[in-house]
């Protein structure tokens, strides 16, 4: 194996295999107990490997800094311990495919279940490859344990190679990145650096400073609940009402589903409750602060066409900011992008820079003014159980890393 590829390896599958699933229903940071498994074990890997300043902080975030050996910028690398809500998250069990052959790849615990080249083009240019993947019954949690594997991997090699000049360097894995509460509004401060990096990104080369901005909503529909033997003319049914205004939102033009590109998106995630009461929540996301604020007023518009119809029930609609376009930002100075560019070429790997319908912890801090664009790992078709990662990428992926510190360290 190429040098990094075995602890690589070793790494993904240990993280995998820890539950570590946020859950936007729950305060505090992190919002689940077992987010605290992978923290811990982070932080004692850290001081393992000699780290310095290794803390986990009071908002679950674990810091440490790999100090400098030469004057320059101090950079930042982080990735989120948590995987998302979206899907089963529970029992990951990790298997390795080594020297993928082209073929079909089939699941132990899912017979039905097939990741195939022709359903998904990258995986056909891995040919040769490890590819690692989940059973069949739950997500891989590549998304974003291949970034702490090769951040880990990269500090390691760093820490025992004394004589490779690096700048001051500092380290932060967080919580909750998947339900847009990774970024505590301490951790600039706290981390303490000239610009920054997440390792949370998908294709080989791919560097990405244009994400979508996002909001999030809570629409509740409260009824009139009465004994459905009494209810004529009385009872008011909160399914119906929430029901409606989830037919009335467009289903053709703003929905993940016939979205692409720079098209925004309303997207219903979740609907709960009964006859007396519902809460339904949506997530907006759009690239232009006009386009985020028109989702958001088309849902309101909505909202109060359906409460028209049925003075007697009650209908809210509360929307709340979450991430920002880091372009916004960045746009005025992109020095952590050209660095990148410049470490990228190094190793000859073709750029991939495409705005993102996604976000990253680096969206909240470089609009909080550390930053922070999102580099690749690999993983591939991430919140489901078809998500799979080519080690070979994280290997390219973690000389990324190393070259970007090479770079900042001879002052380019």
């Known amino acids: 194996m190429p040098p990094f590829d075995a602890e690589l390896t070793d790494r993904l599958i240990r993280y995998c295999a820890i539950d570590s699933q946020s859950d ?27 780290a310095t300043d290794v803390v986990k902080t009071d908002y679950g975030t674990v810091l440490a800094t790999i100090p400098g050996t030469v004057p320059g910028p101090t950079i930042g690398f982080l990735a989120h311990v948590d ?31 097939a990741l195939s080249p022709e359903a998904f083009p990258y995986l056909a240019q891995k040919v040769g490859h490890d590819i690692v993947t989940a059973s069949g019954l739950t997500l891989l949690g590549a998304d974003d344990k291949a970034g702490i594997a090769i951040i880990m991997t990269a500090a390691r090699h760093l820490l025992e190679t004394p004589d490779l000049p690096r700048p001051p360097i500092r380290i932060a894995f967080t919580p909750d990145e998947e339900i847009g509460r990774g970024v505590d509004a301490r951790l600039p401060a706290d981390l303490g650096v000239d610009f920054a990096y997440t390792f949370d990104g998908g294709d080989l080369g791919e560097i990405v400073y244009e994400t979508f901005s ?85 849902l309101r518009q909505v909202c109060d066409t359906i409460a028209a119809t049925e003075p ?41 820079s495409v705005p993102i319908r996604g ?51 001879r002052g380019e």
């Open 24 to 50: 936007q229903d729950r305060p505090g940071a992190p919002s689940t107990d077992c987010q605290h498994d992978m923290l811990d074990l982070l932080r004692a890997e850290l001081v393992d490997i000699g």
């Open 83 to 113: 995987t998302a809500p979206q899907f089963n998250a529970t029992g990951v069990k990790p298997r390795v495919i080594e020297r993928y052959n082209g073929g079909t790849i089939t699941y132990p615990d899912a017979p039905d279940l």
């Open 214 to 298: 996002a909001d999030f909503a809570t629409v509740t529909v409260t009824g009139v609940s009465i004994h459905p033997g009494d209810a004529k003319d009385k009872l008011v049914n909160a399914i119906h009402l929430a029901s409606k205004i989830v037919d009335t939102l467009p289903q053709v033009t703003r929905t993940p589903e016939t979205t692409e590109g720079r098209e925004g998106f309303l997207h219903a995630v979740d609907m709960k409750g009964g006859s007396s009461e519902m809460v339904v929540r949506f997530i907006l996301r759009d690239f232009e602060r006009d386009g985020l604020a028109a989702h958001g007023d088309l």
């Open 312 to 352: 007697r029930a009650r209908i809210t609609c509360e929307i709340t900011p979450q991430y920002r376009n880091m372009r916004y930002w960045l746009e005025d100075d992109m020095t952590p992008v050209d660095l990148a560019r410049a470490a990228l070429a190094d190793l000859t790997i073709p750029e991939v």
């Open 359 to 409: 976000g990253t912890d680096g969206s909240r801090l470089t609009e909080m003014g550390v930053p922070c664009p999102n580099l690749f790992t690999g993983m591939q078709n991430i919140h489901g159980p078809l998500e799979w990662i080519s080690v070979q990428d994280m290997g390219r992926a973690t000389d990324f890393c190393l070259g970007i510190v090479t770079r900042a360290a």
